[in-house]
């Protein structure tokens, strides 16, 4: 079992930064790969990014390659989500999922296991 909890949401005027963390509970967080999704008003969930197990092999959404960047300490149970260049369009509940499966199969929900309860991004002047 694995337990989750995401941090590090609020407000923030568009083209600024936020850093959102997940720290997991259990022994075992160092064998799952990590992912971020979020979900806007009235739109379904969307893959934002994850990572692997190990750290070593990152995937993004297309959109927020080069602005958004994913990394994780196992030796902290943490992953996190650093958001630069925010964009009124990525106002959203950002949640972190905990999966097993390989590569292609990051971008997928069904691949999670475990997910926390989200944290509200609002970007907004």
């Known amino acids: 079992q694995v337990q989750l909890a995401e941090s590090g949401g609020g407000l923030v005027q568009p083209g600024g930064s936020l850093r959102l963390s997940c720290a997991a509970s259990g022994r075992t967080f160092s064998s799952y790969a990590m992912g971020w999704f979020r979900q806007a008003p009235g739109k379904e969930r969307e893959f934002v990014a994850a990572?692997?197990?190990?750290?070593?092999?990152?995937y993004y959404r297309g959109s927020m390659k080069g602005r958004f960047t994913i990394s994780r300490d196992n030796a902290k149970n943490t992953v996190y989500l650093q958001m630069n260049s925010l964009k009124p369009e990525d106002t959203a509940v950002y949640y972190c999922a905990a999966g097993k499966g390989s590569g292609p199969n990051y971008y997928y929900s069904d691949t999670y296991d475990y997910w926390g309860q989200g944290t509200q991004v609002t970007v907004s002047s």
């Open positions: 990572i692997s197990w190990s750290g070593g092999s990152t």
